[in-house]
């Protein structure tokens, strides 16, 4: 079975940064492309920044020059650092990943709140 587990949320003040992971387990295909989106209460999930398996990234208008997405493809694992943290990044982060089968899970989501 299949899993995407996150780690690293928290409470921080404004300008503070957080580091989230999330590793895969239980497939055996590789990885294609992995992200990170959020979900805001009442809002509808984002995008947040996406990663390929060779190193291509994209970055949400809103936080381009304060995330930075990388990723360890040994250990089937995506990172997101978050630097300059703003109150509007407050939200619930979810990790994704696209596997070669062209299946896409999901991780549960780990909330990250940034306090003004």
């Known amino acids: 079975q299949v899993q995407l587990v996150e780690s690293g949320g928290g409470l921080v003040q404004a300008g503070g940064s957080l580091r989230l992971s999330c590793a895969a387990s239980g497939s055996r295909f590789s990885i294609a492309d992995m992200g990170w989106y959020r979900q805001a209460p009442g809002q509808q999930r984002e995008l947040v920044a996406t990663?390929?398996?060779?190193?291509?990234?994209n970055y949400a208008d809103s936080v381009k020059g304060r995330f930075t997405i990388s990723r360890d493809n040994v250990k089937n694992a995506v990172y997101l650092q978050m630097s300059s943290l703003k109150p509007e990044d407050t939200a619930v982060y979810y990790c994704?990943?696209?596997?070669?089968?062209?299946?896409?899970?999901w991780g549960q989501g780990t909330q990250v709140t940034v306090s003004s």
């Open positions: 990663i390929t398996s060779r190193g291509t990234t």
């Open positions: 994704n990943a696209r596997f070669a089968s062209w299946a896409v899970y």
